[in-house]
């Protein structure tokens, strides 16, 4: 066994998936064989997450099957009710309180008691969860606004379902797709901090509710999924500053803060996301005409692209773009989780499936040959 130590398990073979495959080098991102591109390009949310937990792409049949079980998932029990709006009255940070509605989720599913390995079970559990988020977070966000919230429609595809009940009106075609187009974007990604939490959790052998609800606690942290959020927040005080963006930038470096949005630990090119969602950025804002945040970024990026070499992440357009849907910045990480899901559910899956206790080593630098003194010596 070596001993060589990778903080952070960098560059450390963990486990084998059949689930998503990435080329930092090529900035090239594979769901099971299909590339990224493709699939945000030509198939629904829907369809990337029967992708993920089956195997194959669905048929007409199995994905109209697949809508409506899941569509019929979407409304709430009065107890996680109940605690959406507590939460919401309560100020509860967007993160925070979607990690205790997970968790919260499982009291009120009928396959709660089955066994953790039950497939049939969890695939049930799945639906039920990737269902129930996006109602619990629209609900979340429009209690906190002093609005009532909107029950979900079942013949609504479930990007366009989350834009409805979020604003109250169902969106346009063009924002409904855009915002499926993210969510397949966001589906999977190899073993990033919160799949890799829901894999360790599910390997002791606890339920699915339990693994989703790590993967969220995960996710909450800035180094995480917290980077769109961050990546708005700097546009916004860009534009207040009345500076050009490469002068705002190099302020910014010069006062020795960051640009978020910019780096990945695996990509060392573009993220092929990035590619996709700047192109949506663009069209969005022309059609709304708020082109400066499309604008912002690109020279942003040009700049720090030619002059230090770093290369924009998913993160950094999924913010403009969002943001003029107008969904509320704080909880764009939130929206992140309600994509990832099917992908930490499909990783579970497959963790189940052969399952190992996850249970890493440690190097010990601490003192030796201590002894104890009695406490009236201390």
Known sequence: MSDELKKGLEGVLVAESSLSYIDGDEGKLVYRGYTIDDLARNASFEEVVYLLWHGELPTADELGSFKSSMAEERHLDDGVQQLVRELAEADEEPMAALRSIVSSLSAYDPDADAEPTDEAANLRKGRRITAKIPTALAAFSRIRE??????PRED??????????????????????????ALVLHADHGLNASTFSAMVTSSTLADLHAAITSAVGALSGSLHGGANQDVMEALLELDESGKEPVEWVEDRLDAGERVPGFGHRVYNVKDPRAKILSEESEALGEAAGTPQWHNYSTEIEEYLTEEKGLAPNVDFYSASTYYQMGIPVDIYTPIFAMSRVGGWIAHVLEQYDDNRLIRPRGRYVGPDDRTVTPIDER
């Not at 002093?146 to 029950?151: A, F, H």
């Not at 609504?156 to 187009?181: I, R, S």
């Open 156 to 181: 609504l595809d479930h990007a366009a379902n989350f834009l409805y009940m979020l604003n109250g009106e169902e969106p346009d075609e063009v924002l409904a797709d855009t915002f499926d187009m």
């Open 146 to 151: 002093g609005d009532d919230p909107v029950e």
